[in-house]
């Protein structure tokens, strides 16, 4: 178990790394990156739980890409529509760490809807902190 002074350290490194990574998101998808940027969005997603995680679980995040896990063991409600989103991330950060998946690109309106999605995802787990 994490020292309190600790915990906020860590709910801290984990929140700023994720705002940090939808602003990177949000840059790559404008430059027509579209893969990179939803792999940011995945990553944005994975670190807001994890600070979820360490809030709820008052110990070090596990070192998973797993959003629905993730979720799950941070005792987060989520509803329908975000239970769906999460294994739309996943898919691409597969395909940003393993070749053997082919990557699928998204069209340029997708990949913006799919950015959207995150911030607000971002922005309700964030008030979860």
């Known amino acids: 178990m994490l020292a309190v002074m600790d915990i906020n350290k860590q709910i801290e490194y984990w929140k700023k790394g ?3 990574d939808v602003e990177t998101a949000g840059i790559l998808i404008d ?10 969005c995945h990553l944005s997603i ?3 739980l994890k600070a979820n995680f360490v809030k709820q679980r008052k110990t070090i995040a596990p ?8 979720a799950e063991q941070a005792n987060l409600k989520l509803n329908e529509n975000d239970l769906y989103f999460l294994p739309i991330l996943m898919k691409y950060q597969l395909e940003g760490r393993y070749p053997e998946y082919s990557p699928f690109i998204p069209s340029k309106e997708q990949a ?4 959207n999605k995150t911030k607000d995802l ?8």
Not at 31 to 40: A, D, E, Q, S
Not at 63 to 70: A, F, G, N, S, V
Not at 122 to 129: E, M, S
């Open 122 to 129: 971002l922005k309700w787990l964030t008030q979860k902190l």
């Open 112 to 115: 913006n809807e799919y950015l």
């Open 46 to 48: 994975e670190k807001i």
């Open 63 to 70: 070192k998973t890409h797993d959003l629905i896990y993730l």
């Open 31 to 40: 430059k027509k990156k579209y893969l990179h940027g939803l792999f940011f």
């Open 18 to 20: 994720a705002e940090s």
